[in-house]
């Protein structure tokens, strides 16, 4: 099975950065769409963002973009998810997931294509 792991949560002030990565165990992810999701206190799971791996393309949610990259190491089999100019509405519990498909555009923002999650990490910014 597929196995996904975060890290790299903290706490950060407004303004600064953190880099999340997502290990996968059990498969690569040379023909999977990987994903960022959030979900913050009192809110529903909202899409961050997306890339399809093999060719490393992103798709982004407007709230993020300009401010999120979303990259990939095939030697290390990492997705990560650098995240700069925070703000204290990105806190949130941040959570990888992975769909072994190619999905394109605002498909790919869709938390039911994905089934494999990571249990999560924490985000908090403070303002």
């Known amino acids: 099975q597929v196995q996904l792991v975060e890290s790299g949560g903290g706490l950060v002030q407004a303004g600064g950065s953190l880099r999340l990565s997502c290990a996968a165990s059990?498969?690569?992810?040379?023909?999977?769409?990987v994903a960022w999701f959030r979900q913050a206190p009192g809110k529903e799971r909202e899409f961050a963002a997306a890339m399809t791996w093999r060719d490393g393309k992103a798709y982004y949610a407007d709230s993020v973009k300009g401010r999120f990259t979303i990259s990939r190491d095939n030697a290390k089999n990492t997705a990560s998810l650098q995240m700069n100019s925070l703000k204290p509405e990105d806190t949130a519990v941040y959570y990888c997931?992975?769909?072994?498909?190619?999905?394109?555009?605002?498909?790919?923002?869709?938390?039911?294509?994905?089934?494999?999650w990571g249990p999560g990490t924490q985000v908090t910014v403070s303002s």
């Open positions: 059990g498969r690569t992810f040379s023909s999977h769409t």
């Open positions: 997931a992975a769909a072994p498909a190619y999905l394109w555009g605002s498909t790919s923002s869709r938390s039911t294509q994905y089934g494999y």
